[in-house]
């Protein structure tokens, strides 16, 4: 089975507060955005093998309310390399590590990690936009620059 790595962008997210920027939740406007995104994966029938989130509140809601949305109750693993400061290659040898190696892999996290992360698989850097999804196949595994864009969602676009 190829790997298909889903990058998944937090929704919009609040102004920091008191609790700084690893507390900002998200602001309603995010989680209509990733409420939505939930339906057009669920009438497509797409659910992920395994979960990885930031540690970030933001992106573990996000993650939290798209797998709801799914109908799907997976433990979101929290990886750390999805904090945003990590190097593509770091984050793709962290999934290695956890055996995510096959399947739909779902990865909610930041920007612009993750489109430094696209870039790397696909040798396309990508700007995802606040609840954007991308897809990428990597038939030959997470290896850079064999990775094919095969979806991407915009927040905006119908049923996105």
């Not at 920027?21 to 998200?26: C, E, K, M, Y």
């Not at 989130?53 to 573990?60: F, G, Q």
Request: net charge neutral; charged share 20%; glycine share 14%.
């Amino acid at each position: 089975m190829p790997l298909f790595l889903n990058l998944l962008r937090h929704g919009e997210a609040a102004p920091t507060g008191t609790g700084g920027d690893a507390a900002r939740p998200l602001a309603a406007r995010g989680e209509q955005t990733i409420r939505k995104l939930s339906q057009r994966l669920a009438r497509d029938g797409w659910s992920p093998d395994v979960v990885f989130s930031s540690p970030l509140r933001r992106a573990r809601d996000t993650a939290l309310i798209l797998t709801r949305g799914l109908g799907l109750e997976p433990p979101i693993v929290t990886l750390t390399e999805l904090k945003g400061e990590a190097e593509p290659e770091s984050v793709v040898a962290a999934l290695a590590a956890r055996g995510a190696s096959e399947g739909q892999i779902l990865l909610v996290g930041h920007q612009p990690q993750l489109g430094l992360l696209a870039g790397h698989l696909t040798g396309t850097v990508r700007v995802l936009t606040a609840g954007e999804l991308v897809r990428i196949e990597c038939p030959e595994g997470a290896l850079k620059g064999t990775g094919s864009l095969v979806l991407a969602i915009r927040p905006h676009e119908p049923g996105g």
